[in-house]
């Protein structure tokens, strides 16, 4: 399983960016998915989470301006980033596990190792 992080890139206070992870090696019909990210200095964190029936989690610092999207038939998981701010400058990073509560808590396996990311810089 492999999945590939891009979209990011420089924007200013208050842009928006689309971040794609696209799937290969996998259906990603009956997975769950999320994007996570790691500022400089600090621990990777989740971001948003989508089930395998388009449940949702994304936490509280971006959850009126960030949105998380899947397309089955593209094999690709979106995160739609508005008004972004300094403080999400991080890599952001994507993951596909069997459940859920996996991609949430970060416990039990994941299918795929974390790559590269893809950089979000965002200039004040």
């Known amino acids: 399983v492999q999945l590939q992080a891009s979209g990011g890139g420089l924007v200013q206070a208050g842009g928006s960016l689309r971040l794609s992870c696209a799937a290969s090696?996998?259906?990603?019909?009956?997975?769950?998915m999320g994007w996570y990210r790691q500022a400089p200095g600090k621990q990777r964190e989740l971001v948003a989470a989508i089930s395998s029936e388009f449940s949702r989690h994304i936490i509280d610092s971006v959850k009126d301006r960030f949105a998380i999207h899947r397309d089955n038939a593209q094999n690709t998981m979106y995160l739609e980033m508005n008004n972004l701010k300094p403080e999400d400058t991080a890599v952001y990073y994507c993951?596909?596990?069997?459940?859920?509560?996996?991609?949430?808590?970060?416990?039990?396996?994941?299918?795929?190792?974390w790559g590269q990311g893809t950089l979000v810089t965002v200039s004040s």
């Open positions: 090696g996998v259906n990603i019909n009956t997975y769950a």
């Open positions: 993951n596909i596990a069997k459940y859920f509560w996996t991609i949430v808590t970060g416990g039990g396996t994941y299918l795929s190792s």
